[in-house]
């Protein structure tokens, strides 16, 4: 069974990089055909999804942030990972790491000064 963790900090500073890592266990980010994405909730908001690393390494962003993400992987240790520059206080939310069939617990993220 696949299982995603979310790990970095909970509280980032206005203007600076927001930083999250995606654990991957029970399976590999390199298999065929799977994509693996990252989603946000912010407070009283819908789910957004804010893009995705295919299991080639290709990359797609939401159109709305493709300005500020970056999504990269590290093969040897199954990890993907989310940037998102220029953080405020609008990006305060829960994040999520997520593929086809699952997502992790997620974890919050607070922009904060």
């Known amino acids: 069974q696949v299982q995603l963790q979310e790990s970095g900090p909970g509280l980032v500073k206005p203007s600076q990089t927001l930083s999250l890592t995606c654990t991957v266990s029970?399976?590999?980010?390199?298999?065929?055909?799977?994509?693996w994405s990252w989603i946000r909730q912010p407070p009283g908001k819908g789910r957004e999804w804010m893009g995705a690393?295919?299991?080639?390494?290709?990359?797609y962003y939401s159109e709305s942030l493709k300005s500020r993400i970056s999504i990269s992987r590290d093969t040897s240790k199954n990890q993907f990972s989310l940037q998102l520059h220029a953080v405020t206080h609008e990006d305060t939310a829960v994040y999520y790491c997520?593929?086809?069939?699952?997502r992790g617990q997620g974890t919050q993220v607070t922009v904060s000064s």
């Open positions: 029970g399976g590999s980010i390199t298999t065929s055909h799977f994509y």
């Open positions: 997520a593929y086809t069939s699952g």
């Open positions: 690393i295919a299991y080639d390494g290709d990359t």
